[in-house]
């Protein structure tokens, strides 16, 4: 009994020795507490509403243009018809445009978000970095979401050339 608790007691110490300091840090609530942050949001939304209403006064444009096609329709040539047509076509195309330019991979919002929220974000960053360069943390995890992100880790924890060496790729 006395040998298994001086290993167990062992075990303890040694597992003590190598623990690294993680911590967590909840972006959004950090977010939620800087007035830049709220402020460019803010921007944000109020331009996203805008160019909602610019895409929506199109769409019922579009529509007006369809009915009032579905009306004539019975009237106009074949010739007309196919005018009309391609009216409507174009006019579609450019809906479908103006929606990926405001709202697309790389479009007004993404670029609008990059410009006032990426320094924020940025900032953070570097405030964690330093912080847990200073406080000796090996690793910091953002809560923030349902799948933690790993926001700062410290090189010499990086065991991949370890595995490319059991793996027989570096030497």
Do not use: C, H
């Amino acid at each position: 009994m006395k040998r298994l608790s001086i290993i167990l007691a062992s075990l303890l110490i040694a597992t003590i020795g190598y623990a690294q300091k993680t911590v967590y840090v909840d972006t959004d609530y950090l977010l939620s507490k800087i007035p830049a942050y709220k402020e460019a949001q803010q921007q944000i939304d109020e331009l996203t509403k805008n160019w909602q209403v610019e895409i929506e006064e199109q769409r019922t444009a579009l529509d007006a243009l369809y009915k009032q096609y579905q009306i004539d329709k019975v009237l106009l040539s074949n010739d007309m018809k196919a005018k009309r047509e391609q009216e409507i076509l174009d006019k579609e195309k450019e809906l479908k445009e103006l929606q990926k330019k405001r709202f697309g991979a790389n479009g007004d919002r993404v670029k609008k978000e990059e410009e006032l929220i990426k320094p924020i974000q940025d900032e953070i960053f570097n405030a964690i970095k330093e912080l847990a360069s200073s406080q000796g943390y090996a690793f910091v995890i953002d809560a923030a979401s349902s799948e933690y992100t790993l926001l700062y880790s410290d090189s010499k924890y990086d065991v991949s050339d370890d595995v490319l060496r059991k793996l027989g790729y570096v030497k």
